[in-house]
């Protein structure tokens, strides 16, 4: 798979976290601590959005605004309860002042 440009490095604040489409799916892209990262926007618990979570930069996760489960922003694994399996992390680099985006399976 390759690479999707979402926008610019300066469209997404330091901390954030936005909702982007990749390929008609939902990716929550998140930038904290000056590192871009890409989940899933879905907690494997009950559906919720990630992206609408708040973000913890120095532990690097994102929590559910539903019911406070954990992800972590690197890997996507599911870190506190009620959720108990990851969400897909996606891979991001920057190019020329552009965050792209490849979807992992």
Request: charged content about 25%; glycine content about 8%.
């Amino acid at each position: 798979m390759s690479f999707h440009s979402v926008g610019s490095v300066d469209e997404f604040p330091d901390p954030s976290s936005t909702l982007v489409e990749v390929d008609d799916r939902a990716v929550a892209l998140i930038h904290a601590a000056g590192h871009f990262y890409a989940i899933d926007d879905v907690c494997t618990h009950d559906g919720g959005p990630l992206s609408d979570g708040p973000i913890d930069a120095e532990a690097k996760t994102i929590a559910c605004p539903r019911h406070g489960a954990k992800f972590d922003l690197k890997s996507g694994a599911a870190l506190t309860m009620p959720a108990t399996k990851p969400t897909v992390a996606h891979e991001v680099k920057v190019e020329d002042g552009q965050v792209l985006v490849r979807l992992s399976d």
